[in-house]
Structures are given as C-alpha cells and as structure tokens.
C-alpha cells in the first residue's frame, strides 16, 4: 500500500539509504583495506582525477560524442565532459607495468559501460533499445564490472529521473539474471536497493516498483532464502503488505524457473508456514478490510491477472486452511463470495481461494456454497435473460465462480473428496441446466469438471466408489457437444469434452450399452462431421490471435482416438470392437471424403493400437468383422491416397489380429512394431491427406511400411490373406457390405464393391452354399443385375439358398430377393417356387382317415417360406406376380394358418382388432402407389369444426375428395451397426395371418378385408375350432361384394379337392360352398358339375370335408323349390321376434339372417319391407343380445337387397342410420360391432362416396375428428332426411345411456353448428330446454373435448335461442 510508505519519508531517507548502498559495495570495502600493492596508499580523491593520464585523452575524445537526448528527460545534475571511470583505489594501484594493459581495457570498458548507462536517459527507442542490447552482450562477458559501474552509477547520480532509473533497473535485472553467481556482498547491496525502491511512489507507479521488484526477483535466483526470509519478515510485522512485496511472493509462487531441483517444494513449505504465522491477521479489522480491497481491486486488464493479486487469493486461502475457527472461515469465505464475480480472473481467483481453504474444512466450505447457492443474487443470475443495469453484471457469472470452486475442491482435497464426488457432480449438473447458458459458463463447467475427473482419476481409491452421478454428467457433456458450431473449430472444448468422457467412462458403475452409444455418436459426429480445414481457418481470419487450426484438430482427433482405447480397455471383448467400429461404418460410406479419412484414420488407429497393445482376450472369438474387412477394402479404391494407404494399413493390423487371436496365444514373437505409412508432422499427423492437413502429397511414392511381410503386399492381395482367415458368416457379412456398395452414388465404390464381390465368389465360392453357383459378369456391371441374369435359369436353387438365410429377415437377404423378381417372369417363378416350399410340409405317418392325427412337424423352409411371401407382397418388384397369384396365394395361406393352428404353436396373445399394419421386415422397401385404395393407411378425416363467433355459417360442410392412399405401408428404418437388439420373432400362426391380411390389402381386396375387421372375423382363425367359421365369412365377403377372383379361385381350388392334405380340401371345400351363392360360379363350374364335385365329396376320408360337400349339395341352387318354402317360413319368423326370452329371439333373428343368405340371390324382397321394419323396432331394445342380434340381421337383409331398387327399404336405411350412428357408443362391445358393420353395408347400398374412408374410420378411429366425420357423411348424403334426422337425435336425449345421449348432443350441436336456421324452425322450447340442460351435464363430462365442445355450444345455442323464429 502505497498510503503507508509516503513520497515524503521516501525522500528523507534517500541520503541515508544510498550511504548504506555504498558502504555495501564490495570494491569499497577494498578502498579501506590499506595499501595493497601501493606504498602510497589509496587516499579518496575526487572524481575528475580518479582516471589516470595515459586513458584520459581517449576517454574525452570518447565524450565528445553526441548522443541525442530529450531535454525534458536529461537529468538534472550536470554531467562533466570527461568520462568519469569509478575505480577503486585498489583497482589504481593494480597499475604495476605487466597490469598495465589489462587495467586499461577495464577502465575502457568501464567508461562506455558508465556511458551507456547515462545514455539510458534518451528518449529515442531504437537508441535505447540498442544500448540496451549492447549493456547486456557485456554483461554476459564481465558481468561484474557492468555490476559495479552500474552500482557506482546510482551512488554518484542520486538525483536522477524516475524514467532513468527505472531503465536502470531492467538492465540491473538482466545483468544479474546473466551472472554465474553473485557475491554475497552484491546480494544484499543490490537487494537493499531494490526494497527501497519497490515502495517508492513516483510518476511511473507500479510500473516502476514492479521494475524494482524484478531486480529482487533476479537476486533470488542466487538466493532465494535470503530474501525469502526478508519478504517473511516484512509481510509478519501486522501493517498489511505492500503490493510490491505481494507481487515478488507472487512471481515466486507461479514461476518454477527461479527455482533449482526440489527448492520449489521448500518455497511452498515456507509459504504454508508464513499462512500459519498470518492467521492472527484475520481477526484484525483493519488488515482484514484491505485485504478484501486488494482482492477486489480492478486490475488493469481483465484479461490478466496481476501477480500480487493471484499470490493474494493463494495467500487468503492458505491462512483459511490453516485457521482453526470454523466460524472465521465460513464468515470470510461468504464474504468474499459476495464480492463482484463479473471477471473471469477474479472467478477463478476467488475458486482457489476457496479450493485451499477446503483442504482442511471441507465441511464449511461446502456448507458456504450451499448458503450462497441458495441466496438471492444466485437464484436471480440463474433465472434472468436481461441486465437491468451495470451492478447486475457482478452476479450473471456467479455460477460459474461456485462451478469452479467445486473443481478446486476436488483438486486441493484430494482423497477426502471421494465421498463427496456425487454431491458435486449433482451440483454442477444442476448449474449447467439451470443457468444462463454462454461461452464463460461453458468454459467453467468444462475446467471444473477437468479438474474434477482429474482428481478421482488421480486417486487409487476411486475404483472403490460407485459413483451415481456420472451418467446426468454424461448427459450434459453430451449436450454440451451438441451446441457446439457444427462449421467452426475455435476452441479446445470438444478435445476437453472428450478427454472428460474418456475419464468418465472408467469409473464405476460401467456404462450400459445405450449411453455408450449415444456417447460414441455425439462425439463421432462433432469431430468427424467437421469441415476441411482451409474452410476451418477461414472462420478465424478475423480473430485478433487465431488459433492454430492443425494442432487444434490433431489434439481434438487424439482425444477421439482415447476415448476409444479407453472404451476397449475397459471392455476387452470382440463384441465391445464390433459396438465402436459399428458407430465408424456410418462415415466410412461417407460421400465427403473428408469424413471418409477422419473414419478411417480413427479405425485404423483404434486396430494399431489393439495389434500394439494386445488387449483384446485371446480367449474371446474374433468375430463380426467381414463388414469391416469391406468397407476398409472399398476403401482401399478411394480416389484420395491418404485414405487408401490408410485403409491398407488398417487391414494389415487387422491381419496380424486375426493371427494373434486364432493362436490363442500370447502375440507372436517374431511381430514387429509397425511403422507409420506415412510421414507424420510434429503433431503426429500425416503431412499429407485428403483435406486434414496442409501440405501437398509427397511425390515420391515410397513410404516406410512395418517389416510384416502383410505391409509389403497391395492392397488386392492384402484382402485376399485377410478373406483366408474369415468364417463363412463373416465371409456372407463381406458380401453384403458389397452388395450395399454396389448401390452408392460414387463411382469408385460402385467399382470397388463389385470387385470385391468377384473376389469374395471366385476365392471363396465354395463356402458360400448361399452364392456357389453366382458367376459375376464384368467388374462394372452390378452384382445383383448378375443375380437377377442367374435367376433366369437357376429360380429353384437360388430360392431354396436364399430361404436358409431368410429367417430372419434383414435388409441385405431382401435385396437378393428383389433381385431375384427384378424381371417379370422370375417374379412369377420365384412365388411358384415359394408356394411349393410352402407346401413341403412334414406329413404324419399312415393314412389320414379321420383317426386322432399327431402332431405335424414343423418344416424350417415351409415357414421360410411362408415369412418370404409375407414379405415380397410390399416389394414392387413382385407387385404384379403377387396380384396375378392372388389365387394360388388365398388358397396357400388359409391352409398354412390351418396347418400352424394344427401344429400347435406358441402364439401371441390375442389383442384387440387394431388398424392392420402388416409386420415390417427389418429391410427398406420402395413405395408404390396403387390405383386402387388402400385399407392400411389412415384417413385423411376432416377436421372437426370450429364453433364460429356469427351466425351466418355454410348450409352445407364440404367433403373432400378421397384420398388415394398409398398401398404399401411405411418403410421400415434401416438397423444402425451395432444397434441391431434382438427382436421376437413372431409365432409361424400370426405371420400368417399377417400374411393373408396384406393380400387382401396389397391386391386391391380391401372390401373383403373390411368385412372382417368390422365384424371382428379375424380372431374366428386363431383356433383350430372357429377356423372353418373365418374361411366360411371370407369366403362370403367375395361373394357379397362380387370380387373378380371369384372365377380364378374356383378354377383354383378344383384342383385342391383332390389334394391329400386334408386341410386344403377342407378349406377348398368351405370356400366352394360359399361360392355356390354367386351367379359367376356357373361360368366357370356349371351346376351339373358342381353336384358331381359335392358328391364325390361326400367319399372324402375326412369327415369335415364330408359335412360340408353335404351342406353344399342342400344349396338352392340345386333345389329350387326350397326358395318358396324358405320365403313362407319368414313371417313366422318374424312373429318370434317378440318372445319374451332373450335367446330365442336371438336365436330366431339369426335364422332368419340365415335365411335371407340362403336365399341368395333369390331374395325375399316382398318380406323386405317387414323384416326391416321389425329388425329396426329392437335396435333400442333394452337387451343387449337383442339389440346387436337386430343391427346384425337389419345389415344382412341390407346386404341381401344390394343391386335391387327398393324405394321402401331406402326409406327404412335412411331412418336407420342415425340410431346406428348413434349406438356406436353402445356400451355393450357387441352391439357396436354390428352397428359398426351395419352402418358400413348400408353406405355401400346407398352409394355413399369415401367409403374407404368411412371403414377406417368406423374400424380404427376414435374421438371428436371421427365423430364429426360421420355426421358429415350422414348430412352430406341425407340432406332430404334432414328434419328425421334431427328428430330422432333429439329423441335419444332422453336415453338412459350416458354414451349413447353424449353422442346424440354432439350430433345435434354439429347440426346446430352446420344448420343454424334450419334447427331453430324445427326445435321447439322444450327441445330447447332440454339441450340447453344437456349441454350443462355435458360441461362436467370427464372428457375435456366434450366439455369445451359443450361450452361453446352453449354459448353458439343461446344465439341461435335468441334469433327470431
């Protein structure tokens, strides 16, 4: 503190001080000495004699020459012309003849020294800069001459500037810090000059005391003890210390260089004693007081921090650890933490502070931070986006002051911190997400975590400790990446980020398997996705000082490299490799080839180091790596050079790994440490590369390649040794990963992968049963067109390969099949081939006479097969065959789901009918649109209405056209390496239902596809007793809806009768009796021969054939007269329906749907009218039997009339469709289902357009958008039925049911909302009332779209009340 050292006693002891400095002078200690070599003696003598004769005519010629100077900085005593040459009388009495010379060139050098030494007063830079230069160039040669000249220079010049001796000073520094050694004499002269001078205030400041302070820096280098015990002396006195001596402790504490071998140590041992001595300090106000102003003192530049004021926050946080009273420590730690935290030097500052104080009370310290995490300030600068005003700036980084102080207490606490790790890295990870994000607090969080994992990485204790916290720190780090500028390389942040991951991820618990993904695709992608350098360097040009780009990528990229070691030495396994090079096959199949190199370079780094290292277990199975041995093998084809050198390295590692872990022994003794391929730079980077490093390639084209002899051959002949050692898994891996490049849109991979393809058959055909036969035409042509050629003439054999390697199914096995029906012809041959397999089913020993059968057996390539044809329906390749084998494949699949249920098979549970998506096979498949519509995807609804503010609202909602949905489902996403988690395979019975779902889907059948799922029919074939049932209703659903296959499936299952399985009689024989029913049968199998083919039936050995052929010759095809008999049965009949017991009225409204089927197309349609009629009464019925037993007969006569003009029945479906409509809300299951499929049958009688729509919806679609689309098809189609409508919704107000009264008001209220003027004619008040007391219940419903639907109702209903009638 310059206020306790005042100018004033500066300057009154400025006599004093320089006759100490003279008295110390080592030559001035001789002058009292005697007579020593001179009889004479030395008498003192004035400065104008004290240079003898022969010298003085040169030295004034000497000092006549003219130096410019500035006036304004001359010194203010006048200098004698001559040049004074300060010796010593001892010096002068050295003047004996063979001195003589010697003595001369000392005094010569002497005077231009004392020359130089004046001439620091010019003001000319460059002058100064080289008196300067030449002051130093002596003092290496005579160092203590210039010491003396320059000490007897400042004793005879007291008065000079400020300036001057400040220039004094830095020569002085210099000179010293050139000296040997330095007499002890020297020492303390030269040192009590300094320390009088380090607190001296003059027009410079601290400019000129930190010069001072330097020359007692130089002095320690000598002898640092003894001044280290001065500045002890000076700092224990209890005055708070000057800043010059904090800057001197300072300088001392953070430069090494002062110091020799082990003295550091000692250094800081006094310095923690000093903080010992220093504790009593802290209970004295005054000391305390400028401490904490020193500390928050505004330094000069903030991006700097002054010497003295970080040995400060050293010193403050050495005196806390030492300090006993828990309480002073807590009290100065809040203190200082409420001091300003707006400069990242004073953050930093205070964090050490508080690190060194934890070292010996962590407990407080942590306390502290707590308290002043939860204080005012910190919740503030946590929440607030905006400053209000400049005070507000002291807290905005007040988290990243308390991130770094929990750095620092890990670092300084050592192996106290283990059991406080959790609780830290809790805290930080709270920082992180919670306060205001920027670069300073990213810098924070990243230099506190380094310090953090640092210190448990440094303990031996750490492996003993679970730490809970690692995995939410992980996630920030990951985030942290991911904010990083994807163009931009400025900064060590992701070389940090990663180096903290590869940290982290050897602690425990070990990482499971999805955090270790998601790590190694964030960082793979942050360094890997980077731009070429040159674009990197362009984001710098206007930084003031640019990073070095090269260096800061290499680092980064070495980083990656670690933490993929670290990864494969904490899991030493096959599968852990195949997991990281999984995550690099990405950007090896990169089109940049930038990334291309960056992935391979880090691929072959990571299989350098595992062929180094040997850290894989011998014990583990070297598998899964024919992928890798191809990518690296197109690789070795890639235009850049870098990449393929580096490629071919790659697989000479792999080679010698191979080696070493089929041995399964130690490594092999005569390996050699392989050499880099490439000249690498300083960094360790190759000098030369695709875009990664600066200087062209070299142009000779030899590099130094390890003595192996696999490093020595090219890169063709490289792949062949590595093929040798390959399994024929890996060797079917290979081909794939050719086959995926032969579809790149580069050229050289295209080529390349082909070649290999060649390779892989010709070296290796015999292994490969799947391709044996494949003979690849020309490198260019594509393999999979040299498939599709083979295929021509090989179907069976290449169907029969491809099925054993077909289950299950992944996307390289569908590309062979696409190949396979790329021409039309193979298409249908390929299905062909399939149904046969299809149909080699294991056959149960003896004839199958109706006796108890065993079990089958199941057959591998059977249900390959059966998987394949699920499959190939949504490939476009066999679109047309699939369509044109609609028959074949109806037939083979409804016996394949008999022969699965005969099996009895583990099969998934039954779940509800859910929109049908057929199974995705893990394979992508290309879209088709079909002219016809398709059932799988979802409607395209509108949207529900808007209740809107006026009035005056269309009469009429528009529908939009429908949609022309697309036939194929979705595609299925591509497996990422590495990620492919084993999935359940579905049971032979489901896929097969799946299979017969998407034929009728993929081939335009979605009419009888409807039928079933809106009765629910597909759960009738999920047991071998309701089997039959199913086949019957689908059977029946193409006859009802006249399907063109009708004529093409019968032509088909003629054949079939004749089958001898069983089960394709059975279901030949159920479909043909359900056909009987369509006038097209005849056209294909006339009558008389339909009763030649029932009746050889009826000798069938299996009895279930022998009950149908019997029902089927009942037909009244066959007996006419039965369709009189039948009609006069119906009013009976019709009587029945009100009997009092449930189930037979149940039962009779059944037979009397039976009849109407049986019938035909002989109809009833005289009784139509009345059992329609009838059939409506019971839709309200009370019993829920009745009810759906009602709906269900009301939709077979429906179905029954279709093609007939019945102008009464249309009348009777017009005033059915509202209950219908409104019953889908029924709460018996049921009787939904039927007004479901009722409803359905009566818009294909009334011609309602988006009828596909409509059974989407009624089949899949819930809430108020479905809602409101069925009433819009109602209104649009029924305009004239308007006031019917609206009269029979009223009516269900008054239900009992609270879905089915629900839906009625939503019904009105979109009425209301469409129809404004026509409902307020026709309601009346007590309509009115009573929906305005409807609406008022439907505001409590439990569902919020009902009550905001009923509110604005409400609202919308009181306008149209108030309008007048």
């Given at each position: 503190m310059d206020g306790q050292h005042s100018e004033k006693s500066q300057s009154d002891t400025t006599a004093d001080r320089t006759s100490s400095a003279m008295s110390q002078n080592p030559r001035a200690a001789q002058r009292q000495a005697g007579t020593r070599g001179n009889p004479e003696g030395d008498a003192p003598c004035p400065a104008s004699h004290r240079i003898s004769s022969p010298i003085s005519r040169s030295m004034k010629d000497l000092s006549c020459m003219k130096v410019p100077q500035d006036p304004a900085h001359r010194d203010k005593q006048a200098h004698p012309t001559t040049i004074l040459l300060c010796k010593s009388r001892s010096s002068q009495a050295a003047l004996m003849p063979k001195e003589h010379k010697m003595f001369m060139e000392e005094a010569y050098n002497a005077a231009i020294c004392f020359k130089m030494l004046r001439d620091l007063n010019g003001s000319d830079p460059l002058h100064l800069k080289y008196i300067i230069k030449k002051i130093k160039g002596m003092a290496y040669r005579a160092p203590n001459l210039v010491l003396e000249t320059i000490h007897d220079y400042l004793v005879d010049n007291p008065e000079i500037s400020s300036r001057h001796k400040f220039r004094l000073f830095h020569v002085l520094e210099a000179v010293i810090e050139a000296s040997n050694s330095l007499e002890e004499a020297w020492q303390k002269s030269f040192m009590q000059l300094a320390l009088e001078n380090m607190t001296k205030s003059t027009e410079l400041e601290e400019v000129y005391q930190d010069a001072a302070s330097d020359v007692l820096l130089a002095i320690c280098r000598h002898s640092w003890r003894m001044v280290a015990q001065h500045l002890e002396t000076e700092v224990l006195t209890g005055v708070f210390p000057h800043r010059s001596l904090l800057y001197v402790m300072g300088i001392l504490t953070s430069n090494e260089a002062i110091f020799n071998e082990g003295e550091k140590a000692c250094w800081e041992e006094q310095l923690a004693q000093l903080a010992v001595k220093s504790v009593q300090f802290l209970n004295t106000d005054m000391w305390s007081k400028e401490l904490l102003s020193a500390l928050t003192k505004p330094d000069r530049t903030h991006q700097e921090q002054p010497p003295e004021k970080a040995f400060l926050f050293i010193y403050y946080g050495l005196i806390l650890q030492a300090e006993d009273n828990s309480t002073t420590v807590r009290t100065h730690l809040r203190t200082l933490l409420d001091t300003s935290h707006q400069w990242p030097k004073q953050r930093e500052g205070i964090a050490l502070t508080i690190g060194l104080a934890a070292a010996r009370h962590l407990d407080h310290v942590w306390a502290v931070l707590e308290q002043f995490g939860r204080s005012t300030p910190i919740k503030w600068s946590l929440h607030s986006f905006c400053l209000k005003n400049a005070e507000d700036l002291q807290w905005k980084w007040a988290s990243s002051t308390i991130l770094l102080s929990y750095g620092q207490m890990a670092v300084r606490a050592k192996a106290h911190i283990l059991p406080w790790v959790d609780n830290i890295l809790s805290r930080m990870v709270f920082y992180f997400h919670y306060s205001s994000w920027d670069e300073t607090l990213k810098q924070s969080f990243l230099s506190a975590v380094l310090m953090l994992v640092g210190a448990v990485s440094r303990n031996e204790g750490a492996h003993s400790y679970e730490f809970s916290q690692v995995s939410e720190l992980l996630d920030c780090l990951m985030v942290l990446m991911e904010k990083e500028p994807r163009d931009t390389?400025?900064?060590?942040?992701?070389?940090?980020?990663?180096?903290?991951i590869s940290n982290l991820c050897k602690l425990r618990p070990p990482l499971d398997l999805e955090k270790k993904s998601q790590l190694l695709s964030t960082c793979l992608h942050s360094v890997l996705a980077l731009p070429l350098l040159d674009v990197l360097e362009k984001h710098t040009c206007l930084f003031l000082e640019p990073p070095n780009i090269q260096t800061l990528y290499n680092k980064t990229s070495s980083a990656l490299d670690q933490l993929l070691q670290s990864f494969i030495m904490q899991s030493p396994t096959t599968d852990e490799l195949h997991l990281l090079l999984s995550h690099l096959y990405p950007w090896l199949a990169s089109e940049k080839a930038q990334e291309r190199q960056r992935a391979v370079d880090r691929s072959t780094a990571l299989l350098r180091f595992l062929s180094h290292s040997h850290a894989l277990d011998p014990k583990e199975d070297f598998r899964r790596i024919g992928q890798l041995v191809g990518m690296l093998g197109i690789l070795c084809q890639d235009p850049d050079r870098a990449i393929q050198q580096s490629s071919v390295e790659g697989l000479g590692h792999l080679y010698q790994l191979l080696i070493s872990q089929t041995a399964r022994a130690a490594p092999m003794v005569n390996a050699q440490a392989p050499k880099q391929l490439s000249p690498a730079s300083v960094d360790g980077a190759p000098v030369w590369s695709s875009g990664d490093q600066k200087t062209a390639p070299p142009t000779p084209p030899e590099m130094t390649f390890p003595k192996?002899?696999?490093?020595?051959?090219?890169?063709?002949?490289?792949?062949?040794?590595?093929?040798?050692?390959?399994?024929?898994?890996?060797?079917?891996?290979?081909?794939?990963?050719?086959?995926?490049?032969?579809?790149?849109?580069?050229?050289?991979?295209?080529?390349?992968?082909?070649?290999?393809?060649?390779?892989?058959?010709?070296?290796?055909?015999?292994?490969?049963?799947?391709l044996c036969s494949v003979c690849i035409p020309q490198a260019k042509e594509k393999a999979l067109h040299a498939i599709t050629l083979l295929a021509q003439n090989h179907t069976p054999e290449l169907v029969a390969t491809f099925l054993d390697f077909s289950v299950p199914l992944d996307s390289h096995a569908f590309c062979l099949w696409r190949a396979l029906g790329a021409e039309q012809p193979v298409s249908r041959q390929v299905l062909a081939v399939l149904l046969a397999w299809l149909q080699e089913r294991a056959l149960p020993p003896g004839p199958r006479d109706g006796s108890p059968q065993p079990k089958d057996k199941p057959c591998p390539r059977s249900l390959a097969a059966m998987n394949m044809l699920h499959e190939l329906q949504f490939a476009r390749e066999f679109k047309k065959a699939v369509q044109e084998a609609f028959p074949q494949l109806l037939l083979a699949l409804l016996a394949q789901l008999h022969y699965t249920l005969e099996l009895h098979l583990p099969q998934e549970p039954h779940l509800p009918q859910e929109p049908l998506l057929p199974q995705e096979p893990h394979l992508p498949r290309e879209p088709h649109l079909p002219q016809e519509p398709h059932l799988l995807q979802e409607p395209h609804l509108p949207r529900e209405p808007h209740l809107p503010q006026e009035l005056h609202l269309p009469q009429e909602p528009h529908l939009p056209q429908e949609p022309h949905l697309p036939q194929e489902p979705r595609s299925a996403p591509e497996p990422q390496p590495g990620h492919e988690a084993p999935e359940a395979m579905p049971s032979p019975h489901s896929t097969s239902l799946e299979a017969l779902k998407s034929l009728l889907s993929t081939t335009g059948h979605w009419q009888d596809f409807a039928h079933l799922e809106l009765q629910g029919g597909w759960k009738l074939f999920s047991t071998i007793d309701t089997y039959p049932q199913g086949v019957s209703l689908l059977a029946r659903a193409m006859v009802q809806n006249h399907c063109k296959q009708i004529k093409a499936v019968t032509s088909q299952l003629l054949p079939n009768l004749q089958s001898k399985e069983a089960r394709e009689r059975e279901v030949a024989i159920l479909i043909l009796t359900e056909f009987l029913y369509s006038p097209t049968l005849l056209e294909v199998l006339p009558r008389q021969a339909a009763l030649i083919v029932l009746a050889r039936?009826?000798?069938?050995?299996?009895?279930?054939?022998?009950?149908?052929?019997?029902?089927?010759?009942?037909?009244?095809?066959?007996?006419?007269?039965?369709?009189?008999?039948?009609?006069?049965?119906?009013?009976?009949?019709?009587?029945?329906?009100?009997?009092?017991?449930?189930?037979?009225?149940?039962?009779?409204?059944?037979?009397?749907?039976?009849?109407?089927?049986?019938?035909?197309?002989?109809?009833?349609?005289?009784?139509?009218?009345?059992?329609?009629?009838?059939?409506?009464?019971?839709?309200?019925?009370?019993?829920?039997?009745?009810?759906?037993?009602?709906?269900?007969?009301?939709?077979?006569?429906?179905?029954?009339?279709?093609?007939?003009?019945?102008?009464?029945?249309?009348?009777?479906?017009?005033?059915?469709?509202?209950?219908?409509?409104?019953?889908?809300?029924?709460?018996?299951?049921?009787?939904?289902?039927?007004?479901?499929?009722?409803?359905?049958?009566?818009?294909?009688?009334?011609?309602?357009?988006?009828?596909?729509?409509?059974?989407?919806?009624?089949?899949?679609?819930?809430?108020?958008?479905?809602?409101?689309?069925?009433?819009?098809?109602?209104?649009?189609?029924?305009?004239?039925?308007f006031g019917i409508h609206l009269a029979q919704a009223l009516s269900y107000l008054h239900s009992r049911h609270r879905h089915i009264k629900t839906w009625a008001a939503l019904f009105i209220g979109y009425t209301i909302c469409y129809h404004p003027q026509a409902v307020s004619q026709m309601v009346s008040s007590v309509d009115t009332n009573l929906l305005f007391s409807t609406f008022e219940d439907l505001k409590k419903d439990p569902e919020p779209g009902i009550r905001v639907f009923a509110t604005r109702q409400l609202c919308f209903l009181q306008k149209v009340a108030a309008r007048p009638q």
């Open positions: 390389l400025c900064t060590p942040t992701r070389q940090q980020t990663i180096h903290i192996d002899h696999i490093f020595q051959l090219d890169s063709s002949q490289v792949i062949k040794e590595v093929m040798k050692h390959l399994t024929k898994a890996e060797l079917t891996d290979l081909i794939w990963t050719a086959i995926e490049g032969l579809g790149s849109a580069s050229p050289f991979r295209v080529q390349a992968a082909a070649d290999m393809l060649l390779t892989t058959i010709r070296e290796h055909g015999a292994k490969l049963e799947t039936s009826l000798r069938d050995p299996s009895p279930e054939v022998r009950v149908l052929s019997l029902q089927g010759l009942g037909n009244i095809l066959f007996h006419p007269e039965k369709e009189s008999l039948l009609r006069r049965q119906l009013p009976p009949f019709l009587d029945g329906f009100f009997q009092n017991n449930e189930q037979v009225v149940v039962q009779v409204m059944g037979t009397v749907s039976d009849v109407l089927h049986r019938l035909g197309a002989h109809s009833a349609a005289a009784q139509s009218l009345g059992v329609a009629i009838n059939a409506r009464s019971f839709f309200d019925d009370e019993r829920d039997g009745i009810r759906a037993a009602a709906m269900a007969l009301f939709g077979d006569l429906v179905a029954a009339m279709a093609g007939k003009e019945i102008s009464s029945l249309r009348t009777q479906v017009h005033q059915s469709m509202v209950p219908l409509f409104l019953h889908l809300k029924d709460h018996c299951p049921g009787v939904v289902t039927q007004a479901k499929f009722t409803l359905y049958r009566c818009a294909v009688l009334l011609r309602w357009r988006l009828r596909h729509t409509l059974f989407c919806t009624l089949a899949w679609e819930r809430g108020l958008s479905a809602r409101h689309f069925l009433w819009t098809c109602l209104m649009t189609h029924s305009q004239e039925e």
